[in-house]
Every structure is written in C-alpha cells, then in structure tokens.
C-alpha cells in the first residue's frame, strides 16, 4: 500500500535533548512538508523540500533542522533550542511541490517533552 | 497577507442533516487554490475537497461540495446527509500562486454528530 508513514506515534523526551522525527513516503512525491499543530489550532509549516538535497524554511523554523538525503525521507530533529517543542508533528507529500498540488498527510508523532 | 478564517469554533448536528462549514479567505492573489481536510480523533489529516480559484463549477466529491462564492471569497464546506463518522475537526486551507509552496490553515471547526 502507498501512504506516508510517521515513527513513533508518542514520543517522549527530556528537556535539553535532541529528538528525530522520521517521515517516509513511497507514493513517489518529490515534495514533502513538516507541520507542528498545537492543541485547537491549526497547522504551521516548519520545513519544507521540493526536491531532494533542497529545503527551504516554513513559518517556524526556529529550533528545527532537516535532512533531504532520499526522495522517499524527510526526517525532522527537534533541537534543544526549540523553546516549547511539545506538541503533535505532521509529515506531508505533494507530488510536484507545485503550490495547486494536494498535500497528503501521515498519522502524525504526538512529542512530549518532560 | 493571506488568511483563513472559521468562525465556527464546534458544531452539533442530527444524523441524516446535512451541514455547512463556513470558511473566509483572504488574499490579494488571482489565483489560489482551496481545501478542506478532516481530522479525526486519532490525528491524521484526510484530505476532502479541492477548488481553484479559476473553476467556474463549484467542487463535489461524494458528499462533500465546496460553495465557493468569489466575489465574497467564501469556501463552505458542505456535508449532505452527515454520518457519525464525520465527527471530527475540519480545517479549510489555501495555498496562492505567488507564495512558497505552503498551505494555510484556518483554526478548525469541531463537528459533531447526534445519532
């Protein structure tokens, strides 16, 4: 089955810590997307990559890196520098990255930080 | 800048009703496109509905029809005959042509489903 998958579901870390998001997508999409949605809001971008090798910063970028090495994996690392990082992280795709594609999303990694 | 905007925090409606989402965007931008995805308990975003702003036909997919009204740049989200399942947050979005390729959320709206 083609879909996007997202590991762990629950993460759980304690302050200070560095924490990697793992995002992996076989539905061939060149595009891919990092969300953080807090409790009765939204979604806001952090990162996103149209191509592999390529990213580009979303609206909240701060304390957040990524890494585009493979087509298929966007993985996300939550550093220490991100002041509040609890909170319930989406991966998307899109097949083109162009701005009318439809985004699909995985099952989201819900990080608690203690 | 661009906007969304739901003014409908929570919903309750009947089984069998149909219900209507509001949804208002706002951008200077001519050509955008709208969307609208469920989020059910369990977190995942489910992707509904598409409208660009150029389709002079208003979107269907099932159940689901997107009343886009330009002129007052509206994009309700329309359910026909609502099941249990559709309990859920639902969030309208936009993405426009001149911006990165992002998409913007509005806050949401919780529906809810009486059997």
Avoid at chain 1, 63 to 79: A, M, Q
Avoid at chain 2, 51 to 65: K, M, V, W
Avoid at chain 2, 72 to 81: G, M, Q, T
Wanted: proline share 4%; with cysteine.
């Amino acid at each position: 089955d083609g879909g996007i998958t997202q590991s762990p579901k629950y993460l759980f870390r304690k302050e200070g810590q560095n924490v990697t998001l793992s995002c992996e997508q076989n539905l061939n999409h060149d595009a891919m997307y990092w969300y953080r949605q807090d409790p009765g809001q939204g979604l806001r971008l952090i990162y996103y990559s149209q191509i592999v090798n390529d990213f580009q910063k979303g609206d909240i970028a701060e304390g957040y890196s990524v890494s585009r090495e493979k087509k298929e994996s966007f993985p996300l690392t939550v550093t220490s520098a991100q002041k509040n990082p609890t909170a319930f992280y989406l991966c998307a795709s899109s097949p083109t990255g162009v701005r009318t594609d439809t985004q699909y999303f995985g099952p989201g990694t819900r990080l608690t930080v203690l | 800048a661009q906007k969304i905007t739901q003014t409908q925090p929570g919903m309750f409606v009947q089984e069998k009703e149909a219900v209507t989402l509001d949804c208002t965007y706002d951008t200077s931008d001519q050509s955008y496109g709208l969307f609208w995805y469920k989020q059910p308990s369990s977190g995942e975003m489910i992707f509904l509905i598409y409208q660009g702003s150029y389709d002079e036909q208003n979107a269907t997919e099932g159940r689901y029809s997107l009343n886009f009204q330009k002129a007052r740049k509206s994009a309700n989200l329309v359910i026909s005959a609502s099941q249990l399942g559709d309990s859920a947050m639902y969030f309208c979005a936009m993405t426009v042509y001149s911006s990165a390729s992002k998409i913007i959320f509005g806050s949401g709206t919780r529906l809810s489903i009486r059997p």
